[in-house]
């Protein structure tokens, strides 16, 4: 749902325009604050560490890894549908596939997150590489892992596709998002001191022009 401000309003009442521009920016800087440790984590990657299933499940903190072991559990896979009817239309109707991996030791899980359908079968073991461990920049972890922790002991996700080059672009977006943000509140502070200003009558030689 999207909230529409009419622009006749905002040109009515410019004071509207400076703070919706201002709210944007702030909670956009807010979410960039939140995000920078994860994303200096990531910066300072090179290269994706190669580990297996047993270790990613136990990494602390965000890292970028590629997994090329372990038993995928295709009969136990989770699909995730779109609410936006526009984003089923243009995208598809599944959101996420989520795929559970499985190591040598038990009650561990790697949660495979990825975006769309997925033919577990026809892509099972295979390396995945991705980000696992985010909760600012990809932070769908948020609610896969309260899911299957009711299944397993130790779970960790691993969001595949996700990379450092992924996390600058979104950076990016954001920064260039908290930029429109000012400008837009910008814009408006001006039609609103614009209007403030006293408007003044012209005067002709002569004094004022009388009616025939």
């Known amino acids: 749902m999207f909230f529409h401000i009419d622009h006749r309003t905002l040109r009515k009442y410019p004071i509207l325009g400076v703070l919706i521009g201002v709210a944007i920016t ?9 995000g920078w440790a994860e994303a200096q984590a990531l910066f300072a990657q090179n290269a994706p560490e190669r580990l297996s299933v047993h270790d990613v499940v136990n990494l602390r903190g965000v890292h970028w890894v590629t997994v090329s072991d372990g038993v995928w559990h295709c009969d136990a896979v989770v699909t995730r549908s779109r609410r936006s009817n526009l984003m089923r239309l243009l995208q598809g109707p599944v959101e996420a596939t989520e795929v559970p991996l499985t190591g040598t030791t038990g009650g561990e899980v790697l949660v495979a997150t990825f ?38 002991e130790h779970v960790n996700v691993l ?13 990016a977006a954001m920064v260039a998002l908290a930029v429109g943000g000012l400008v837009f509140a910008g814009c408006y502070f001006m ?13 002709f030689p002569g004094g004022p022009i009388q009616p025939n």
């Open 159 to 171: 969001e595949v596709g996700a990379s450092p080059q992924k996390a600058l672009l979104l950076i």
């Open 191 to 203: 039609i609103m001191f614009r209007d403030s200003q006293p408007t003044t009558v012209p005067s």
């Open 26 to 34: 702030a909670v956009v800087v807010w979410l960039l604050s939140t």
């Open 115 to 152: 975006g769309g359908a997925l033919n577990c079968e026809a892509r099972a073991g295979s390396p995945v590489t991705g980000v696992v461990g985010s909760t600012q920049i990809f932070s769908s972890s948020c609610t896969v892992l309260p899911r299957w922790r009711k299944r397993a």
